[in-house]
């Protein structure tokens, strides 16, 4: 069932059920770089953590809008290995910690790190670069928006600094309403491991790879109090078109 995840003892697919889980489709997964966990969102808007070698949900939070994506944060931002980003259907991409919890019921909890607002649609994917420098985010908008990573602290709630957006295709930003699909979007991103390109798996079939040659140049000499005329940048880009044999 969609609702429920099978598993046995010896991690086989569909013999015994020995947790419930979401009651909508899971949208995004990952581990836990240090730790035997794993964190899973879903359409029904809850973020959920298991310790999968106790078989138990040590963690949940629940959110009024669908949850789209998620990713662990890489050890260079969170060596404790305790915290997730989750990208929402509304645009939104909200960090969350694990942290202990004041309710003898919920020895565990989720705690919102940080929360920011790149797209204007869904939140297709997440991705920090290989330095956790940098987080790139795709929306349905068409839009790849590239933020300054930083470390959340205490319980103090911060925001990413924007540094710039590219356009993948030919609908200008701003004239889409909110939560309409662009013609074009990316649907996963994946860095290069020198940092300076991204790749697009596009939902038109087509990979594009952006060139941040110049975003790491600009990256080193940011300031958030610089003033900031646009974000959006124009980068450059080449299409990579497959050709399968018939």
Request: with cysteine.
């Amino acid at each position: 069932e969609d609702s429920k995840f099978i598993v046995d003892d010896n991690y086989c697919v569909g013999k015994r059920v020995f947790n419930q889980f979401h009651s909508g489709e899971i949208t995004g997964i990952d581990t836990c770089p240090i730790d035997h966990l794993v964190a899973t969102c879903s359409s029904d808007g809850s973020i959920r953590c298991l310790d999968y070698v106790k078989k138990k949900e040590i963690a949940w939070k629940q959110f009024d809008r669908p949850a789209t994506c998620l990713r662990w944060l890489p050890t260079t931002l969170d060596p404790s290995g305790r915290m997730v980003a989750v990208g929402f259907a509304d645009g939104t991409v909200r960090v969350l910690g694990l942290a202990e919890g004041t309710d003898t019921k919920d020895r565990v909890v989720f705690i919102r790190k940080m929360v920011c607002k790149p797209h204007n649609s869904a939140v297709v994917d997440l991705a920090f670069n290989g330095s956790g420098t940098v987080l790139a985010t795709t929306g349905k908008d068409g839009i790849v928006f590239f933020l300054r990573s930083m470390s959340p602290s205490g319980n103090e709630l911060r925001s990413y600094w924007p540094l710039k957006f590219v356009s993948l295709g030919s609908t200008p930003n701003g004239s889409l309403l909110p939560g309409m699909k662009a013609a074009v979007y990316c649907e996963r991103l994946t860095w290069s491991p020198n940092d300076a390109n991204i790749l697009c798996v596009c939902s038109d079939g087509i990979l594009r790879e952006i060139d941040l040659h110049r975003l790491v140049g600009e990256l080193m000499a940011y300031s958030n109090e610089d003033e900031v005329v646009t974000y959006e940048a124009q980068y450059p880009m080449r299409e990579i078109i497959t050709k399968i044999p018939v």
